[in-house]
């Protein structure tokens, strides 16, 4: 079936750059989307990439695709302590619906 | 920047009530999905609507849940006898053409 897999936690020191993974298993995705959310607040849409894609940069934002490992990456560069948060990476699945990992917590120290 | 706008942010009901979490999409979408997230868990999905009926649903959409598009703006999750369980965050999605999925601020439900 379906699922998508993500560590649980990642802390980094303000400055660096911050590389949160994830495995998928439905190889007919078509986006792939990396979501955050900060306590108590919704999902906010930070990218996504289409499955045809190996890389997408936004600023500070690179996302690397290896379709061959089902495997998606979201590098966010120079980390600051607002990046803090839980980072929900999510493939579009048959139907159009979202699947979700689990979430990564990112904890940025100073 | 378009967005989906759910209401209430918070609801508190007590169990065996019906409830009614109501959203928003953005207005030239055609899909529209309900997710739930019980507190420190996955998103989860919960079912997804597309020319104005039901085309998919999870296990967890059972006969006490149910969604409707009354008008042609408003898309609404009705719980009809609330369980303790149901207590989560519950999110509406809207999906244009091929691309982005965007999602309201959700709702709190607490059922007590």
């Given at each position: 079936?379906?699922d998508?897999?993500?560590s649980?936690f990642?802390s980094?020191r303000?400055?660096d750059?911050s590389?949160?993974?994830?495995?998928?298993?439905?190889?007919s995705s078509?986006y792939l989307?990396?979501?955050?959310q900060?306590?108590?607040?919704?999902?906010?849409?930070?990218?996504?990439?289409?499955?045809?894609?190996?890389?997408?940069?936004d600023?500070?934002?690179?996302?690397l695709?290896?379709?061959?490992?089902?495997h998606?990456?979201?590098?966010?560069?120079?980390?600051?302590?607002?990046?803090?948060?839980?980072y929900f990476?999510a493939?579009?699945?048959?139907?159009g619906?979202l699947?979700?990992?689990?979430g990564?917590?990112l904890?940025?120290k100073? | 920047?378009?967005?989906v706008?759910?209401?209430?942010?918070?609801q508190v009901t007590?169990?065996?009530q019906e409830?009614?979490?109501?959203?928003v999409?953005?207005?030239?979408h055609?899909y529209f999905?309900?997710?739930r997230?019980?507190?420190g868990q996955k998103?989860?999905?919960l079912?997804?609507?597309?020319?104005n009926?039901?085309?998919?649903?999870s296990?967890i959409f059972?006969?006490?849940?149910?969604?409707?598009r009354p008008?042609?703006?408003?898309?609404?999750l009705k719980?009809?006898?609330?369980?303790?369980?149901?207590?989560?965050?519950?999110?509406?999605?809207s999906?244009?053409?091929e691309t982005e999925a965007?999602?309201g601020q959700?709702?709190?439900?607490?059922?007590?």
């Open positions: 079936g379906e998508v897999e993500q649980l990642l980094v303000e400055g750059s590389v949160i993974n994830c495995t998928y298993t439905d190889s078509t989307y990396w979501y955050k900060e306590p108590g607040a919704g999902l906010q849409l930070l990218t996504y990439i289409f499955s045809n894609m190996d890389m997408k940069q600023q500070r934002l690179t996302v695709l290896n379709k061959k490992d089902k998606l990456s979201l590098r966010i560069a120079d980390t600051q302590t607002g990046d803090s948060a839980i990476c493939e579009r699945a048959g139907g619906k699947i979700f990992g689990q990564t917590e904890s940025v100073p | 920047e378009p967005e706008t759910q209401t209430p942010s918070h007590q169990m065996g409830v009614i979490l109501r959203c999409p953005i207005s030239n055609l999905y309900w997710y997230q019980i507190l998103v989860e999905f079912v997804s609507f597309y020319n009926e039901i085309s998919e649903k296990e059972d006969d006490q849940f149910s969604v409707e008008d042609g703006s408003n898309f609404t719980i009809r006898s609330t369980k303790l369980e149901d207590s989560a965050m519950y999110f509406c999605a999906i244009g053409g965007f999602f959700g709702t709190r439900l607490t059922v007590v």
